[in-house]
């Protein structure tokens, strides 16, 4: 008994049955005497006897039930208030439970785990079936860990729901563990925690203005450290967009000069067709290097959300206002903000291009067309059995520029994409692939403003990786000295936040750990099917292991 029910080691076993599934336990109290609950006093006169049931953990794939004979005792002290009282068994069970210790244990980790309706069809399996909405019950009851003031303070948002409600989880950076659950990300929730907690000396924040301003007014002596992830990806997308101002250099450097577009035959007409999904398209002009300018009706209602934008920014409105009034999200006023000009914003890039479903097949079909296999049924046979899973149109028509000529000429070489040249320029050049360092020098070459470009990014990765945030200044200067606007954009950014950059670019501190678990809270959150209210989540997010 001692090693296998521990719990009930200090009682007197009296039966055992198996009836059905159940295993019921017949047991008794042994002890003398007991203290009474109101005043402590210690008593042996028996008032009446009763039994209490308790629901105890499975065992052997059937449910346990203990039905346990306690006592009724009279209190001695004659100036206490109460008269009687029941015996109580802390370790099997708490006053008034009906489930022992153990299993309330085992149900409370459960719960915390999985959640009410996944852990419920896990109690049946226990042999511990109770309903889902007791196992909320269970953990809307456990008290908020005990802990102290973290010195290291990440924070960062999570969707509650996805562009509507924002919560902040804060987490202690060098415990790893998480700290508390706030129900918005505004500065003024922010600030208010900080203000309740002193004591936090270093706070890992995204570059948002709603943290940085709570953390400043919450916690002034605090050391703000903005995350080099979040840095990093914003220079990202400053490479990007620089990127896509200069592609015609990504054609060139791919064999596509400009008077390559009037040598335009019938061969690379019926490529075009392909890669626009079997859209007739006309013939790009030679002139026609340059992405074209939309005229539809998005486009006046991007001129006149430019307008908007850029008439509240000369008012002072900061991003997330404009954002407010205009009902739109802060990557879109960012975005339209950043933009010089609003036929940046018209351009079409191209940059989310989807490859032709016959892309793989290509080299294939030259071959076998020059063989001399010219029917197109036969050839759909043919690379039906390869894994094509595209349409007989779709191969006609690739094929119908071939048999004007009489022999399949090669395609020329695809220039990179622009999501494809920003990668290479933001990866360590030892960790490239030769042929796509080859492709990159030859743009780079085409390209002064792109070289120059790789030249910042490298220097600001080498700052970033060996923690030389001292730097920062100098690098600053260098980007505002060239005509790169979106590089420049990137640095102004920087400027409104400088301080906490430059630590971020010096100390050893960041935000993975808070990445982590707003990753976690996304996984909690669909085992709750979004649907969780937030104290809820702010257990499970406090509790669980």
């Not at 006023?333 to 950043?338: I, N």
């Amino acid at each position: 008994m001692r090693v296998l029910f521990p719990h009930l080691a200090e009682f007197e076993i009296e039966d055992v049955r198996v009836a059905g599934s159940v295993v019921r336990i017949e047991a008794s109290t042994q002890a003398a005497a007991a203290a009474c609950p109101g005043c402590g006093v210690v008593s042996e006169r028996v008032h009446s006897r009763y039994h209490r049931q308790l629901l105890d953990a499975g065992v052997a794939g059937r449910e346990m039930l203990i039905r346990l004979r306690v006592r009724r005792l009279f209190c001695v002290n004659i100036d206490c208030a109460r008269k009687t009282f029941a015996e109580q068994v802390p370790r099997l069970a708490a006053r008034h439970a009906r489930r022992s210790t153990v299993l309330d244990r085992l149900l409370k980790a459960v719960a915390l785990a999985l959640g009410g309706r996944a852990g419920a069809r896990l109690t049946r399996r226990l042999r511990a079936a109770v309903s889902r909405m007791t196992l909320l019950r269970l953990v809307r009851a456990l008290p908020d860990p005990a802990g102290e003031t973290p010195r290291v303070l990440g924070v960062d948002d999570f969707a509650l729901r996805r562009g509507h409600r924002y919560g902040t989880v804060l987490i202690d950076i060098e415990s790893g563990r998480p700290v508390d659950v706030l129900t918005s990300r505004t500065a003024d929730t922010l600030r208010a925690w900080l203000q309740d907690h002193p004591g936090v000396e270093v706070i890992c924040r995204d570059r948002g203005g709603a943290y940085a301003e709570g953390a400043r007014t919450g916690a002034p002596d605090a050391l703000a450290v903005a995350d080099r992830w979040h840095v990093w990806n914003n220079l990202g997308g400053a490479v990007e967009r620089t990127v896509s101002r200069h592609r015609m250099h990504l054609r060139a450097a791919a064999g596509h000069d400009a008077a390559g577009n009037d040598r335009m035959d019938a061969h690379r007409a019926g490529a075009d067709i392909l890669d626009d999904c079997l859209v007739p398209q006309p013939p790009v002009p030679a002139q026609s290097v340059e992405p074209q300018v939309r005229t539809d009706r998005i486009a006046i209602r991007t001129r006149q959300r430019y307008l908007q934008v850029h008439a509240l920014l000369g008012r002072g409105l900061a991003i997330r206002a404009i954002g407010a009034r205009l009902g739109l999200a802060r990557g879109t006023v960012r975005r339209f903000a950043r933009a010089d000009t609003v036929e940046e914003l018209l351009v079409n890039h191209g940059t989310g291009r989807r490859s032709s479903l016959l892309e793989e097949f290509r080299p294939y079909l030259h071959r076998r067309f020059e063989e001399g296999v010219t029917n197109a049924a036969q050839l759909l046979v043919e690379i039906t059995h390869h894994g094509y899973r595209g349409s007989y149109e779709l191969l006609r028509d690739y094929l119908r520029p071939f048999r004007t000529t009489g022999h399949a000429t090669p395609s020329p070489p695809a220039p990179p994409t622009v999501r494809r040249v920003t990668g290479w320029i933001m990866t360590d050049p030892q960790n490239m692939d030769p042929d796509d360092q080859q492709v990159l020098d030859a743009v780079l070459a085409r390209s002064p403003a792109l070289a120059a470009l790789a030249a910042h990014v490298r220097a600001f990765a080498t700052m970033m990786c060996q923690l030389r945030g001292r730097e920062l200044e100098a690098w600053l200067a260098a980007v505002e000295a060239d005509e790169l606007p979106a590089l420049r954009s990137f640095a102004v950014g920087v400027r409104r936040d400088q301080d906490a950059v430059t630590a971020g670019l010096t100390l050893p501190w960041n935000s993975g750990p808070v990445e982590g678990h707003v990753n976690r809270i996304k996984m909690l959150k669909r085992q709750m099917f979004g649907r969780a209210n937030h104290d809820l989540l702010r257990k499970r997010v406090l509790l669980t292991d």
